[in-house]
């Protein structure tokens, strides 16, 4: 019992003070290749601490429903944190079937989030809404297909055995389908987590925005939940894409570990440079998008079924 409290602890630690600096690391880098000095790899913590210390303003056309959306994707998130193995740090929480609860979980945080933006009566929100709604489709579907790969290489439907450190799949065995479902999963990451060219978080323009458009009416400490629960969700599809990208396990805990802390500078590295050298599409081309990344995931399948 004290064991699996202290794993829990642990994972919560992990994901609450790595989120923040993992997406710090994103506008770092976009500010460098613009040429420009950019904001602090800490900032997003400065902007957390200044919304936790603000109050929450409630309009009163809104119900239960608008106050129980940050709660509950933030809780949400943090529990399909407790299902994602870090590195060497095994997940508290394995079972077989587990990647069910990770995606159900991520589609209720999302479902509450929808209804809270429809709960509001604002016109923009309810666009924002139905657009999420809409791709979230796509992006979920692709995310099952990926899962379906993954446990057709690992023998096994369990997120800690295909991803985890006792992982038995490599590059050498698996390399076509596992490159696909990475590529796959690369889409999937920016498109459920709202960034270019998928949605610009940075955005203030509404009739394009596609997240940022549901929590125009939220503020203070619900604000704060909302942009947490994002940098975690961010973090948790980051951590289970590194160890596909880089599977190596030398024996070693630090330097297994600094592989992992590597890969995932690395991969905020890498959208960063996605973010500097696109532009956000046009809403009717993401779908186009979303449609690629489960074309790549269905062929990975493919490649994965051929080989069993």
Not at 87 to 96: E, G, H, L, N, S
Not at 143 to 158: V, Y
Not at 174 to 201: H, I, K, Q, T, Y
Not at 206 to 223: A, F, N, Q, Y
Request: proline share 4%.
């Amino acid at each position: 019992m004290i064991s699996l409290t202290f794993y829990i602890l642990l994972h919560w630690l992990i994901v609450l003070a790595g989120a923040p600096l993992f997406l710090g690391v994103i506008p770092r880098v976009k500010a460098v290749i613009s040429g420009r000095r950019g904001p602090s790899v800490f900032q997003p913590y400065y902007d957390l601490a200044r919304l936790f210390q603000k109050k929450t303003v409630y309009s009163r056309t809104t119900t239960w429903l608008f106050r129980a959306a940050p709660i509950v994707a933030l809780a949400s998130v943090l529990m399909v944190s407790l299902v994602v193995p870090f590195c060497v740090f095994k997940a508290p929480i394995q079972f077989t079937g587990d990647i069910l609860l990770v995606a159900y979980l991520l589609a209720l945080a999302r479902f509450f989030m929808i209804i809270a933006a429809l709960d509001t009566g604002y016109s923009m929100e309810g666009m924002g809404a139905s657009r999420e709604a809409f791709f979230s489709c796509l992006s979920e579907l692709t995310l099952f297909m990926n899962f379906i790969t993954l446990a057709l290489l690992a023998h096994n439907i369990s997120l800690s055995r295909m991803i985890g450190a006792d992982i038995p799949v490599s590059w050498q065995m698996a390399g076509p389908a596992l490159l696909m479902a990475a590529g796959s999963l690369f889409v999937v990451l920016l498109a459920e987590n709202c960034r270019l060219p998928v949605d610009d978080p940075d955005t203030h323009l509404e009739l394009t925005m596609i997240h940022e458009v549901m929590i125009l009416e939220h503020g203070g400490v619900d604000l704060a939940y909302m942009h947490y629960a994002a940098g975690i969700k961010m973090f948790i599809f980051a951590a289970i894409l590194v160890p596909i990208l880089l599977p190596w396990q030398t024996g070693n805990v630090l330097q297994n570990w600094a592989i992992f802390c590597g890969g995932m500078m690395g991969l905020a590295l890498l959208v960063g440079v996605v973010e500097s050298t696109m532009a956000r599409f046009r809403l009717n081309r993401v779908k186009h998008f979303l449609l690629i990344s489960f074309a790549l995931a269905f062929f990975g399948f493919i490649v994965a079924l051929w080989r069993i």
